[in-house]
């Protein structure tokens, strides 16, 4: 962990759509290294370097200044008790 109040997705590991969604609306979106892609083609949260897979989910460590306004107040993602 980096220290931050990470905020974790809460559609889990299959909600293509808002993945997709949420990271076509981040500027701070850098694609993963190959072999860790998991979405066929386009942009999505599940293939960003930022994310950090949870048992459920995932949590996204981008950029505090690019990143976090924009994570927290999306609905689709729930900050951590
Ligand atoms: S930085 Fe976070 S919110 Fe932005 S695309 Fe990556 S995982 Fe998604």
Redesign the pocket.
Known sequence: MDGRDAAEFSGGKEDWAR?AA??ER?A???PDVEEELVVAEG?S?YD????RWSATS?T????AN??AP??SAHPAVAKRP
């Open positions: 993945a949420e990271a981040c701070a979106f850098v942009r949260c960003c370097r930022y994310r995932f996204c460590h981008g950029p690019a990143v924009s994570v």
